[in-house]
């Protein structure tokens, strides 16, 4: 097979993409500094690409591409391909289900876990030194700020303020630093019993309900028909939903109708004490919306493993404590990467050795 050409669309795992080198004539596509040239020259020798959730192909450039006979994508998510396109030119499109599952709904508990219980905050403060000094405190945004006004009465008192929807920072030169940081904390918050409600409820968001449900959480979900084999709680709509819930978990497919399925009015019903977590894909959540709420004190918290414009994230994010922010890592284990890999390989030798695709969506 070393004589069929493939189309690598970015850099995804170095195992694959040696792996691939070793079976397959690689074509690295994003090495290329004019991409349509390369394309004119290569696209009679392209029988087959790889994609990601990053980089798919579209339908133009699965024109440009007589040859090719197959997609085989290093993610489960589809949004990156065009399957209308695909099935038009009789493209087969693969992809690496179930193998991801565990992984992915892990990283959405440990998001809840890091944003309700301020666990980046309290690393933060080991290993500023600040414990030496005193405690991390549990607080409200009101004791703070009458301990603040206290200091200013008191002591001499240099300040940098930053904002924030949990907590103010302060940099602070007060008489008894001890007793300014006794005073400073951030408010935590209980994760066992809250009402966890999850946007999709297929093979991850099952997995993130059964993990929810071991924290005594009561489960409810959207999708667009009831699902029968379950006996959470249904709501018909993604409003209704995020109403009745402390932690909306996005985990459905992205597709033109679930693209900003997560606007302001669900933002606004999900309130103030609320927290988003999107382990989904980044234009399920209408992003400037979701800022605005934040900065605004509209929604108690948000706990990010994507954006709508990888790797860009708006730095108005950046300052806000009650957001945790991760660079789309929910699958990123070196075992389950490798499995991954590995089914991008067996469905390319599948099908060029015409045999039935371990992983078939087209």
């Known amino acids: ?5 493939v189309l ?4 995804m795992n170095s195992y694959l993409e040696q792996e691939l080198d070793k079976r397959f004539k690689l074509f690295r596509y994003w090495t290329q500094p004019n991409q349509t040239e390369f394309l004119a ?6 029988r087959a690409m790889v994609g990601s959730s990053g980089a798919g192909a579209s339908a133009d450039l699965i024109d440009a591409l007589p040859k090719l006979e197959i997609v085989s994508s290093f993610s489960v998510g589809l949004d990156k391909i065009d399957l209308d396109r695909c099935k038009e030119k009789g493209v087969r499109v693969t992809n690496t289900p179930d193998v991801l599952t565990d992984d992915v709904a892990d990283l959405a508990i440990g998001l809840m876990l890091a944003v309700l219980r301020r666990i980046c905050q309290c690393d933060k403060y080991v290993r500023s030194g600040a414990w030496k000094l005193g405690d991390f405190r549990l607080t409200t945004k009101g004791e703070l700020g009458e301990t603040y006004v206290s200091f200013l009465s008191s002591y001499y008192v240099r300040t940098y303020l930053c904002t924030s929807l949990v907590a103010i920072h302060l940099r602070i030169i007060p008489y ?3 007793e300014l940081l006794q005073a400073l904390g951030e408010r935590h918050a209980l994760f066992s019993g809250k009402r966890v409600g999850i946007i999709g409820l297929g093979r991850i968001g099952l997995a993130i309900a059964e993990r929810a449900e071991a924290f005594d959480c009561p489960i409810s979900y959207y999708r667009r028909s009831k699902k029968a084999d379950t006996n959470y709680t249904y ?5 209704e939903l995020a109403s009745n819930s402390d ?11 679930t693209t900003h399925i997560v606007n302001r009015e669900v933002l606004d019903a999900l309130g103030p004490k609320g927290v988003l977590i999107n382990i989904g894909r980044g234009p399920h959540v209408d992003e400037p919306e979701l800022v605005s709420a934040l900065v605004e004190g509209r929604l108690g918290g948000a706990g990010l493993d994507v954006f709508e414009k990888e790797p860009k994230v708006p730095e108005q994010l ?3 404590e009650n957001v945790v922010l991760l660079p789309h890592v929910a699958s990123a284990t070196e075992e389950t990467r490798k499995v991954m890999a590995d089914l991008v390989l067996g469905n390319l030798e599948a099908h060029f050795s015409s045999k039935a695709l371990l992983t078939p969506v087209v």
């Open 318 to 320: 950046f300052g806000l």
């Open 8 to 11: 690598m669309m970015g850099p």
């Open 247 to 257: 932690i909306l978990v996005v985990a459905c497919a992205l597709t033109p109708e």
């Open 1 to 5: 097979m070393d004589a069929i050409g």
């Open 235 to 239: 709501y018909g709509s993604v409003v």
């Open 41 to 46: 020259q290569h696209a009679d020798s392209i």
């Open 176 to 178: 008894s630093s001890l």
